[in-house]
């Protein structure tokens, strides 16, 4: 197997798990900020 082709997929983890970081912390909070705007947040 090429060497660039090697390096590209030893890199693919890292891709996948920054992703999947990065959508759930925005899923959070986006429904964290809908919630707020529209006043479904629950007051303590």
Same mark, same amino acid.
Do not use: C, H, Y
């Given at each position: 197997?090429? $060497?660039?082709?090697? !390096?590209? *997929?030893? !890199?693919?983890? $890292?891709?996948? *798990? *920054?992703?999947?970081? +990065? !959508? +759930?912390?925005?899923?959070? *909070? =986006? $429904?964290? =900020?809908?919630?707020?705007?529209?006043?479904?947040?629950?007051? +303590?």
């Amino acid at each position: 197997m090429n $060497e660039t082709v090697q !390096k590209s *997929l030893s !890199k693919v983890p $890292e891709v996948t *798990l *920054l992703f999947w970081v +990065i !959508k +759930i912390a925005a899923t959070t *909070l =986006g $429904e964290t =900020g809908g919630d707020a705007v529209s006043g479904a947040a629950p007051r +303590i």
